[in-house]
């Protein structure tokens, strides 16, 4: 009986479970697959690399937008469409722009509208 092969994926696809922005990665992890086990194994025990995109970025649009309390379409709405780093998202909450407060607005009326729906089918 053959083992199995392990299950890989795209580094893209890696990227996207460690919440990281794959430009900002070292080359050996853009250019091969990363496995399961391998996923795991930098989930369990970051290398020091991870550790500093996590604390510091540049983020994806999907963590910039969850960093800031928006949605993907307001940061799109907003003409941000690369990634950021943690001081630049700081930078954004402290000046707090007039777009900033409608998007997070917009977001919190789309939560709120989203739990009172569940309630009524609750």
């Known amino acids: ?14 990227a ?6 794959l430009p900002a990665t070292p080359e050996e992890f853009r250019e091969g697959v990363v ?3 391998e996923l795991n194994a930098l989930l369990a025990d970051p290398p020091e690399w991870l550790v500093q995109l996590r604390l510091h970025g540049p983020y994806p649009r999907a963590e ?8 993907n ?7 941000i469409t690369e990634a950021l780093t943690a001081d630049q998202i700081h930078a954004l909450l402290e000046e707090m722009p007039e777009w900033l407060v409608r998007e997070r607005q917009t ?12 309630a009524e089918r609750d």
């Open 16 to 21: 996207q479970k460690l919440g990281v922005h």
């Open 64 to 71: 910039v937008a969850r960093k800031l309390g928006v949605s």
């Open 107 to 118: 977001q919190a009326d789309v939560r709120a509208e989203n739990a009172r729906l569940k």
């Open 1 to 14: 009986m053959k083992p199995a092969n392990p299950q890989s994926m795209k580094p893209s696809t890696a």
């Open 35 to 37: 496995t399961r086990e």
């Open 73 to 79: 379409s307001g940061l799109a709405r907003a003409g």
